[in-house]
């Protein structure tokens, strides 16, 4: 699926895309509050700044994906793979990250601690 197209969707009120290709795709930026990208593929992606609170990322493909000051307050991301994700500064706030794998390169905020938040190293 194309950027302009899920946000063209997202717009006329559309919330659940799951299992999408958005891969490498720019979305610095996007204001996608209560989307539900269940399975989704957004490996590279860059989300920098984007508004995501109360999404569904469960599942999702995030490996080096770039969430640096992403709002992600309130968001579902059981199991989802955030190998080498950047997420400085990302507001994790109520944020399930139960089951979400990380490794060595992921980037978190200063004091943000994963084990805490039920998540596990690869």
Known sequence: MKVEELKRRFAAGERYFPAVNLSGNKLIGAYLPGINLWGSDLSGANLAKAKLW???????NLAKANLTRANLSGVKLNEANLRGAKLNYAKLYGADL??????????????????SN????V
């Open 54 to 60: 109360g999404a569904d990322l469960s599942r999702a």
């Open 98 to 115: 139960t089951g979400a794998s990380y490794d060595e390169s992921t980037r978190f905020s200063r004091g943000f601690d994963p084990i």
């Open 118 to 121: 039920n998540m596990r190293k």
